[in-house]
């Protein structure tokens, strides 16, 4: 381990007062009833006639679905053809489309998954990934009380609702980071199977220098060729030629054009676009906030403040950095709120952190009543937290003299 690493140290006891726990209980009631409300009514996971809806988990599932059909990879990357699969998985047409953007590694879970029909398939994947969050969040907490916190926070519901990948993204990220000091090889597998959601990760290898992590950089980098080795025996090699001419026409279409809706995404690109400004401009903007987060993060990692610290600001900066961020990414703040709590655990400004984690959940709870990037404004109100601590205990001297 490189000198400046903190080392790890037991966390202060956790202490869970009577009227937080109460409001997160409640926020779990409130969920849990929307939930069952929609189900009812028609309009989660069925419609009233007891069709599919189509939401984000069609395309994870059709797309596997393809896989077994023995189709040819281009397919699933052409927008029209995966749609045409994804209308006929739900056995009707809708509006909107929803393409498959991944890298051909998550075609093998998509396989898996598509061995089952398609409800069970949602029941079993929004099961399991959620059932990761909550392991990760528990062993973050380490109290119970950390799987009540999970269940409370707001971003659970959109991830379900859509059935998204967030919950699975969250788990691998904050599990590598729970195991990082303990067992960094496995960190680094972790690591590694988040490589399906690259633009998450994009920070790791920095951190992970700073750190000096080498043992997990060199087990993320075998699990990601593992991954790259086994997509292409099943898939062929042409499946990631066909993804890699894809991915530039998706990002044309949803941050140049605007395909993918301003308003639902969660980064400072997409509010500059929202508030009129040119791509130029957005891309200008993202791109200095990417520079200016990695810089933090490198001087945080080469430091010896508290891993705690660290981790929080790396899950808040993977946030940061990406111009292509949706509500339901945001189960990842779950994490960095969960690394700020473990940090501040028993200290003077511990009840603050609460109150910020409290009006950042908030934020991310009005979403669908106000349809604007609040979930960037609790993103940054999150980062300020990690900040402030940073600067309070003189990590960052520039800063701080400033």
Same mark, same amino acid.
């Given at each position: 381990?490189?000198?400046?690493?903190?080392?790890?140290?037991?966390?202060?006891?956790?202490?869970?007062?009577?009227?937080?726990?109460?409001?997160?209980?409640?926020?779990?009631?409130?969920?849990?009833?929307?939930?069952?409300?929609?189900?009812?009514?028609?309009?989660?996971?069925?419609?009233?006639?007891?069709?599919?809806?189509?939401?984000?988990?069609?395309?994870?599932?059709?797309?596997?679905?393809?896989?077994?059909?023995?189709?040819?990879?281009?397919?699933?990357?052409?927008?029209?053809?995966?749609?045409?699969?994804?209308?006929?998985?739900?056995?009707?047409?809708?509006?909107?489309?929803?393409?498959?953007?991944?890298?051909?590694?998550?075609?093998?879970?998509?396989?898996?998954?598509?061995?089952?029909?398609?409800?069970?398939?949602?029941?079993?994947?929004?099961?399991?990934?959620?059932?990761?969050?909550?392991?990760?969040?528990?062993?973050?907490?380490?109290?119970?009380?950390?799987?009540?916190?999970?269940?409370?926070?707001?971003?659970?519901?959109?991830?379900?609702?859509?059935?998204?990948?967030?919950?699975?993204?969250?788990?691998?990220?904050?599990?590598?980071?729970?195991?990082?000091?303990?067992?960094?090889?496995?960190?680094?597998?972790?690591?590694?199977?988040?490589?399906?959601?690259?633009?998450?990760?994009?920070?790791?290898?920095?951190?992970?220098?700073?750190?000096?992590?080498?043992?997990?950089? =060199?087990? $993320? *980098? +075998? !699990?990601?060729?593992?991954?790259?080795?086994? /997509?292409?025996?099943? @898939?062929?090699?042409? %499946?990631? &030629?066909?993804?890699?001419?894809?991915?530039?026409?998706?990002?044309?279409?949803?941050?140049?054009?605007?395909?993918?809706?301003?308003?639902?995404?969660?980064?400072?690109?997409?509010?500059?676009?929202?508030?009129?400004?040119?791509?130029?401009?957005?891309?200008?903007?993202?791109?200095?906030? =990417?520079? $200016? *987060? +990695? !810089?933090?993060?490198?001087?945080?990692?080469? /430091?010896?403040?508290? @891993?705690?610290?660290? %981790?929080? &600001?790396?899950?808040?900066?993977?946030?940061?950095?990406?111009?292509?961020?949706?509500?339901?990414?945001?189960?990842?703040?779950?994490?960095?709120?969960?690394?700020?709590?473990?940090?501040?655990?028993?200290?003077?400004?511990?009840?603050?952190?609460?109150?910020?984690?409290?009006?950042?959940?908030?934020?991310?709870?009005?979403?669908?009543?106000?349809?604007?990037?609040?979930?960037?404004?609790?993103?940054?109100?999150? %980062?300020?937290?990690?900040?402030?601590?940073?600067?309070?205990?003189?990590?960052?001297?520039?800063?701080?003299?400033?």
């Amino acid at each position: 381990m490189a000198p400046g690493v903190a080392e790890s140290t037991p966390s202060p006891k956790f202490h869970l007062s009577s009227s937080l726990e109460l409001t997160c209980f409640a926020l779990c009631m409130a969920q849990g009833v929307y939930l069952i409300a929609s189900f009812l009514q028609g309009s989660w996971v069925l419609d009233v006639d007891g069709q599919p809806i189509a939401t984000d988990f069609v395309n994870i599932w059709s797309g596997g679905h393809q896989i077994l059909l023995g189709e040819d990879p281009a397919a699933i990357y052409d927008v029209q053809l995966h749609k045409n699969a994804e209308a006929a998985a739900l056995g009707h047409e809708f509006p909107g489309e929803y393409p498959w953007l991944y890298p051909p590694t998550f075609l093998l879970l998509a396989g898996s998954l598509a061995l089952l029909p398609f409800v069970p398939a949602y029941v079993a994947w929004v099961t399991l990934t959620f059932s990761a969050y909550l392991a990760a969040m528990r062993g973050i907490i380490q109290h119970r009380a950390g799987i009540l916190l999970a269940c409370a926070y707001p971003g659970v519901l959109s991830n379900i609702i859509v059935g998204q990948n967030g919950f699975l993204s969250a788990a691998l990220f904050g599990g590598s980071l729970l195991l990082l000091q303990r067992r960094p090889v496995l960190a680094g597998c972790f690591i590694g199977l988040l490589s399906f959601k690259p633009h998450l990760g994009v920070l790791f290898p920095l951190v992970l220098l700073a750190g000096g992590y080498w043992r997990t950089i =060199a087990a $993320a *980098v +075998a !699990t990601t060729v593992l991954l790259v080795v086994a /997509s292409c025996a099943a @898939f062929g090699v042409q %499946a990631w &030629a066909v993804f890699f001419r894809a991915l530039p026409i998706a990002s044309q279409a949803a941050l140049a054009e605007g395909r993918a809706d301003w308003g639902k995404l969660q980064s400072v690109f997409a509010v500059a676009r929202l508030l009129g400004g040119s791509e130029a401009l957005a891309w200008t903007l993202q791109l200095g906030l =990417a520079v $200016a *987060v +990695a !810089t933090v993060l490198w001087q945080l990692w080469r /430091s010896r403040i508290s @891993f705690d610290l660290k %981790a929080a &600001a790396l899950s808040v900066g993977a946030l940061l950095v990406t111009p292509y961020l949706f509500l339901y990414d945001l189960v990842l703040l779950a994490i960095a709120m969960a690394f700020l709590i473990r940090a501040g655990a028993g200290s003077r400004d511990a009840r603050l952190d609460a109150y910020g984690i409290g009006c950042a959940s908030l934020l991310v709870l009005l979403f669908p009543f106000l349809r604007a990037p609040v979930g960037l404004a609790a993103v940054l109100l999150v %980062a300020s937290l990690v900040l402030r601590r940073a600067v309070g205990i003189r990590v960052i001297p520039a800063l701080h003299s400033a």
